[in-house]
Each structure stands twice: as structure tokens, then as C-alpha cells.
């Protein structure tokens, strides 16, 4: 007979406190125009975003998480000491190792928090969501913190027609903490690694390296670049983000619809109970096209943080979350339905409150 102690949590979890930055450089689509063929009304039509926010030298992945997550620390009304773990959710911070939830945990001035990253692309705030809720209904910890963080910037080819005007930098944080009710619904998650081509990083690291020992077989290490892409002025081009642009449309409307719907259903609601729709900010077209198959409401707020903001990856529901909640577009105590996809192809959807 096992003699192993079960430790019980809080009986449910909630959202406590949101907080976001954005990088304080705002870009228009005239600064994107420059490098590629297209114009302002095609990238309006095309994705609705207008400006985003690119990070300058300072607007680390470290910083600007910090700056979000002590707008979510004071927005929850505890302080960082209390803070059990801290869950940071990107693929922009190029260091392997350390996690850089370990440096933010540290500089927040937690307890020796449990702190880790985790890579689920676009999906990375839902799940990181998820994982924060069972660590306090497991009793692990008792307030979480969950950051969604990208500087994007970084990993864009300007160069190239299809993504340039995308992606945006920022962070958005929420504290996850104890509940006597159900706040936070059923996780709708998974991945179809079928399809993983569909968006991807252009140039794998140990192709980049030209000394690294991991470069393909029968691929010796050169020493030099002559391998490596190189825009039009002759420059190698850093690994960017590529994505085939209609077929993730067509997986994002249609099967995440599907997943949407299948979140609301396991948290036992229907859309006319809901006031809030949240989704990933990938393109307004998606987001729009996701409204008309779920049929939702008049009275439900869509989230179209997109237009000036860009793709922020996982930051983008805490970012578009907060913005709501910031303008009075949503108020503390609403229903709402948020959804995260892309890169791998992951997804993950629930239901919550907002804080």
C-alpha cells in the first residue's frame, strides 16, 4: 500500500490581476512598406493591423515580462513574495539556458519561486494557464504567475511579402490564484504535428552556426556564411518566422472554431452566456471569420487588439485581455471565451472570469 501524502490546494482557481507592456516604439506600415512591395490599404485588408510596437535594446524579454508582471502582482492585490511559480511562455528569448522565467522570478522579488519556460507558440499564454491552475488545485503553489512574452521583431524577415507586416514585441501577465468557485473552465488543448510546416522557424540553429558541431551529416562545418540566406543587400539573414499564409487561415477559422466551441461546451456555456471573445491576435480576418461561424452575439466584445499591436504570439490574449479591461470595454467579473493557435500546430482554449 502506497504511504505517499496527496497535498490538497484551493478547490478552484482564478484569474486575480492582468498587466501588460508594450514596447514604447510605435511602426507604422509605411516603415514595414519600406522593404516590401505592397502597400497600407493591402496590409489593412489583409491582416487590419495598422501599427505594432517594436522593442529597442533595453526591451528585453526579461524587462518588458517584468514590467507586466508587476502590473498583474498589483493589479491581484498580493505581493511578489507570494508568488509559488512563474510560468513564461516564448520563443523569442535565445538563450537555451538559463529559463528566463528564473531571472524574472528573481528580480520580482519572489521567494525563491519555482520558475520555468515553456514553447507552445501562439497557444503559450493557454497553456501556461492551464498548467498554473492545476499547480494550485494541486497545491504546489498558491499564486501563479503566467507571462506571455515575445519580441517577434527579432525574429522577422522583412524581406518577406507574406509575414513582415505581422508580428509585433510585447508582454502580458496574469496572476492565477485561489477560488471557492469554478473561474477558470476545462482546457481544450493539442497539437497537430502534421501540419507543422505551416509556420516554422526558416533556418533551424545548427544550420545558422557554421561551426556548430549539430549541423546536418555530410554538412562540414565551413567557417564561414557562403550557405546562409542573404536579403538583397548581401547580409545573412538571422532565422526568421515563415508561415503559409492560406492554409494556417483556413486551419484557424475552421478548426478552431470547432475548438471553441468545444471549450464553451465543457465549461457548460453557451455563447449567448458569454460577454467576452478573446483570441488569438493573429489577423483581424481570422478573428472576424471565427465570430460568424460560432455565431456569437451582439453583446459579446470581440478583441481586435491586432490592429495596433500586431501578432504578439503569446502575449497577445494577456495584452488584449488587459487592453479591454484598461478601456471598459469588459469589466472585472465577465465571462470570457480565449483561444491560442499556431506554430507546431498547438491549441488551447477555455473558458474564464475575468479578474
Known sequence: MSKIKARKGAPYARILGVGGYRPVRVVPNEVILEKIDS?????RSRSGIE????ANDEETVAAMSIEAAGKAIADAGITAERIGAVVVSTV????????????????LGTDKAAAFDISAGCAGF??????????????????VLVIGVERLSDLTDLEDRATAFLFGDGAGAVVVG???EPHIGPTVWGSEGDKSETIKQTVPWNEFLPHSRLRPSGSAPTGDASELPVDSEGNVKFPAITQEGQAVFRWAVFEMAKVAQQALDAAGITAD??????PHQANVRIID??????KLPEHVTVARDVRTTGNTSAASI??????LLATGEAKSGDTALVIGFGAGLVYAATVVTLP
Open 178 to 180: 485561489p477560488s471557492e
Open 39 to 43: 502597400s497600407d490599404e493591402w496590409i
Open 273 to 278: 452566456d458569454l460577454d467576452v471573445f478573446i
Open 92 to 107: 523569442s528569448h535565445f538563450s537555451q539556458t538559463p529559463a528566463v522565467a528564473t531571472e524574472i522570478a528573481d528580480k
Open 318 to 323: 494577456p495584452l488584449a485581455m488587459e487592453r
Open 51 to 54: 501599427t505594432r510596437h517594436w
Open 126 to 143: 493557454g497553456y501556461g494557464l492551464t498548467l498554473a491552475k492545476g499547480m494550485i488545485v494541486e497545491g504546489s503553489a498558491e499564486y
Open 289 to 294: 471569420s471565427m465570430v460568424k461561424t460560432l
